[in-house]
């Protein structure tokens, strides 16, 4: 595979280590394989739902968009009347390079940023455009006022890397000598995306990172909860109501 410079989706070797299960005749997936399965976002997909805020009953809009550079234009009709956005950011991908491929009553937007190969830019590395792409939300006028949620996410596949042997510096030239442990790169990586939002703060809004792993659904299922609050909370000292 490698002199074919193929290369395997990221969850697949959780497939494969489990194919006579998953290959069985009368196979149902558990909660697990769900999980580990990865679909492609394209163009906007609408979620509603109820959420119970203290007592209270909000229904949310959520609008999923794809992060592939094709799909962008696409996102602008849904601005207007956002609340808060939810970004995504794979910091597992250092070492790949871009490839093809809310509030009460109110809206939020989650992006979510490809964590596949694109055909776009092939030169571009996923961390590099990540980066890009957050600081164009950051700094678009029409965005000033929306709460923002930053996600570094497959925090558990960095680890895998990490343990691996995958050497950060070697993807990353700006990484330098610093350790190649996961605190360090995630303290690095973080930083990165803290000084884009520092730089584009005109208001003091507050930026909401969070460390995810979206297979571990208990640590998950808080980091909701407190994102959560703290929309609702923005939302409610924007209206004037606390």
């Known amino acids: 595979m490698t002199s074919r ?26 909660t697990d394989d769900i999980l580990h399965a990865r679909i492609q976002t394209m163009g906007v997909a609408e ?35 956002a609340n808060a956005i939810i970004f995504v950011s794979p910091i597992s991908a250092f ?38 792409l957050f600081t164009q939300i950051c700094s678009n006028q029409l965005l000033k006022r929306v709460h923002l949620v930053l996600f570094l996410n497959k925090t558990d596949i960095l680890r895998k890397k990490l343990e691996r042997g995958l050497s950060v ?25 803290l000084q884009v939002h520092r730089r584009n703060n005109e208001n003091r809004r507050v930026l909401y990172t969070h460390l995810t792993n979206v297979v571990d659904t208990k640590a998950t299922q808080s980091i909701i909860g407190n994102v959560r609050d703290s929309i609702f909370r923005g939302y409610l000292q924007s209206a004037a109501l606390v």
């Open 47 to 81: 979620h509603i739902f109820d959420v119970d805020i203290h007592g209270k009953t909000v229904t949310w809009h959520l609008f999923d968009v794809g992060g592939a550079r094709g799909q962008r234009h696409s996102w602008v009709p849904y601005f207007d009347d």
């Open 95 to 132: 070492d790949q390079v871009r490839a093809s491929a809310p509030a009460a009553c109110g809206i939020f937007i989650a992006i979510g940023a490809s964590s596949q190969y694109l055909e776009e830019d092939p030169r571009t590395n996923r961390i590099d455009d990540s980066l890009q």
């Open 169 to 193: 510096s070697k993807y990353i030239l700006s990484y330098g000598d610093r350790p190649n442990e996961y605190e360090s790169v995630v303290q690095y990586f973080r930083a990165h995306f």
């Open 5 to 30: 410079k193929l290369k395997l989706d990221e969850w697949s070797e959780f497939f494969l280590n489990d194919i006579s299960r998953i290959s069985a005749r009368n196979y149902v997936p558990s």
